[in-house]
């Protein structure tokens, strides 16, 4: 199950946006289940960036129940790899992954935003 999960995470990777810098990191965005439900969504992505070796980002949101979105932010596409093959492997705390590949659209501004 594992390698399976390790492998959908290393096909995602292949949609990586372009390069980045230490001004500009890599985000990549993960969906995670975890073994139990967290109120401080601020410590969870501190012990998400502990384990991943990464720094996450701290709006991490609530999507479902013991699910969450969370954000890597890495110099290089192969550090995010790393890094999400780190989380998975911590079995006790995240018990799925998922790139989060949903596309985000800006509002269109309306008239009285744009003035």
């Known amino acids: 199950m594992q390698a399976v999960l390790v492998s959908a995470l290393l096909a995602a990777a292949s949609g990586c946006a372009a390069p980045s810098s230490p001004s500009n990191p890599l985000r990549w965005r ?5 073994a139990e439900d967290w ?30 979105a969370i954000t890597l932010l890495c110099p290089d596409r192969s550090s995010c790899k790393r890094a999400s093959m780190k989380l998975a492997a911590q079995r006790s705390l995240f018990l799925e992954l998922r790139r989060d590949e949903v596309r985000r659209i800006p509002s269109t501004p309306t008239a009285e935003t744009r003035q």
């Open 30 to 34: 993960l969906q995670v289940r975890t």
């Open 39 to 68: 109120t401080d969504l601020a410590q969870l992505a501190e012990r998400a960036s502990q384990i991943a070796g990464v720094p996450v980002e701290p709006d991490v949101s609530t999507i479902a129940p013991h699910w969450y």
